[in-house]
């Protein structure tokens, strides 16, 4: 109790203080015109006071309050002594030209203090040698993250070696396979409306694809409960739906669809061709493009690979989310209320997040689960299992702690979406629905439209975000089992190593990771205005 009511007293005087000196600040910069060597005498004892802290830190004046006290006095002096030889100067509307030097000038002095000056020093820092920079000039430590130690082996920050089992992962077959069905549709789509065989081919092939797409999911369900009836793990159906996208026939099959595909699409480019846009072929090539992703993210096991990881999970899966629950809670009654229990996981720190989870993951040695999710998993007739330090789950150990990062990050999507939602003009929206599109329809063509620089906006700020995620890793994990990620390397590198230059190449990496996120979020900014 008594940490809270020193930070309650902290916050209000320092409110106070703030506001004392934009007073006081004012007053001041009203009296220059006519007191201009008591003005010229303050700021020079300002000055000074920084002086005198600065030299007495470095051992150039006396220790204590003695040495602040010296550079305040001269200061003071200095400053008095200026403003007399100017004092016939003219003065006229001097003090509205102060005014933004005075209040600015701090800020931009911490500023630089805070930010500029330790990124330029971590950029040096980070293009020298030895722990401590000591060495001379050197790219090793960036060689070190990217290619390697120079003892033969691959880096474990950066490497390609799993390149090539990429193409015969279930994920990429499965995405190729689904890029097809996207194109397939994309083509019927636009050619449903057509005189002749064409409408009556594209209908077919609607068809079929729907009876494809409903056959998988019931074969899914189906393995699912057989696993749940049977012994736990053991499942026919779905040893079959991993024999099929497991097999390299079904991955010629799956390229060959998509070629013949693409072929068809080019072909057909003057005329009707392959409507992507639709809100079935677009969400199938969407989730292609995650598929093939989550491929080369859980084939290629590497620190830089696993921080990639989390920015496409983290910030797809909350935008999407929050988009869905800004959908839906815009026509809800109960809007405030759902909209405040989805936000709130956001007042929650990453660590706190972390223990909660921890929690609902934890799994006990002696068999009686208490853990939610092993609960459910013994309850059902599965075995328990170690979601963080299970070795069978690497390298989706990592795909769990991101879940964390999920539900924190989902409420701050949906309250930014949702206002964007409900400033798409309503007579956009009606012209719609009197033109015959569905909500589907309109909201796929007419409201995603309008609020694509806020999406952007959104998924930017979440990269940024995610990039320099360590909390969550640090408290679950501290990077075991190939969960690392660049913060928590640097974070060891500094901490436990005391490698400052290695350490700082890291932070490098990160900025510049981010650096064009930035700069494509500011371009489209300006375009959108």
Sequence with gaps: MSQVINAILSVAIGVTFAIAVFVGGNMVLDQVERRWSVFAATIGAMIGILAGAIGQHNGWL???VVGIGIGTVAGAGLGALIGNRRAKRNRSGLGDRLRPVVFLGPALFFVAMGLIFPALRTLVLSLRAGKRGNDGWSLTNYKTIFVGRGDGRSSEFFNVDNAGDIFTSRLFITGVAVLAAALALGWASSNINTDGRTASRARLLQRTLRGVGIATVVAVVAGFFEAIIRDPNESTIFDILTIIVSSTTSLIIAVVACAVASIVAYRARTGNGVDL???GASTLVFGAIVLALFAVFSTMQAVIWNNLWWVVTVAGLSTALGLLLAVLADRSRGEKWAKGLIFLPMAISMVGAAVIWD????????GRETGVVNSLLVWM???PRGFFFNADLIPWNNFFIMLIMVWIQ???????LSAAIKGVPQELLESARVDGANEVQTFWKITIPQIRTTLVVV?????????KVFDL?????????????????????????????????FAVTIFLLVIPVMIYNVRSTQRAD
């Design 381 to 383: 007739g599965f075995q």
């Design 277 to 279: 846009g639709t809100p």
């Design 359 to 366: 929690f609902v993951y934890e799994r006990q040695p002696t």
């Design 410 to 416: 989902t409420g701050f999507a949906m309250v930014i």
């Design 473 to 505: 890793v640090n408290t679950t994990t501290g990077g075991a089992n190939q969960t690392d990620v660049l913060a928590n390397v640097m974070f060891e590198q500094l901490s436990e190593a005391g490698n400052f230059t290695l350490s700082s190449a």
């Design 459 to 467: 998924v930017t700020t979440l990269v940024v975000v995610v990039t």
């Design 62 to 64: 006396p220790n204590g």
